[in-house]
């Protein structure tokens, strides 16, 4: 079992900064690809980025390639999200999810453990 513990949410004016960070817990989650998913009021949880295990390689979605940085330390069981010319509608409640396996997945039912989430506002 896997236990996921997301933080670094807050409240940023638009073209500000957050980084945001995903401990795991209960298991090391080498070999699980790790995601970052964002569900915004009134709105169905989305895939925003995504990283695999094996060479760290990267996906994200277009609206924030360019801005957004996801990494992931095997070490110490982390990963995080870089958000950088925030804007307004990425005001969001940011969700980590990992998945079994290496490869990365865009869907939220393709995903087996779930953090709790942390809301970022970008106030513009």
């Given at each position: 079992?896997?236990?996921?513990?997301?933080?670094?949410?807050?409240?940023?004016?638009?073209?500000?900064?957050?980084?945001?960070?995903c401990a795991?817990?209960?298991?090391?989650?080498?070999?699980?690809?790790?995601?970052?998913?964002?569900?915004?009021?009134?709105k169905e949880?989305?895939?925003?980025?995504?990283?695999?295990?094996?060479?760290?390689?990267?996906y994200y979605?277009?609206?924030?390639?360019?801005?957004?940085?996801?990494?992931?330390?095997?070490?110490?069981?982390?990963?995080?999200?870089?958000?950088?010319?925030?804007?307004?509608?990425?005001?969001?409640?940011?969700?980590?999810?990992?998945?079994?396996?290496?490869?990365?997945?865009?869907?939220?039912?393709?995903?087996?453990?779930?953090?709790?989430?942390?809301?970022?506002?970008?106030?513009?």
């Open positions: 079992q896997v236990q996921l513990a997301e933080s670094g949410g807050g409240l940023v004016q638009a073209g500000g900064s957050l980084r945001l960070s795991a817990s209960g298991r090391t989650f080498s070999g699980y690809a790790m995601a970052w998913f964002r569900q915004a009021p009134g949880r989305e895939f925003v980025a995504a990283i695999r295990w094996s060479d760290s390689s990267a979605i277009d609206s924030v390639k360019g801005r957004f940085t996801i990494s992931r330390d095997n070490v110490k069981n982390t990963v995080n999200l870089q958000m950088n010319s925030l804007k307004p509608e990425d005001t969001a409640v940011y969700y980590c999810a990992a998945r079994r396996g290496t490869l990365v997945a865009t869907l939220k039912g393709q995903y087996d453990y779930w953090g709790q989430g942390t809301q970022v506002t970008v106030s513009g």
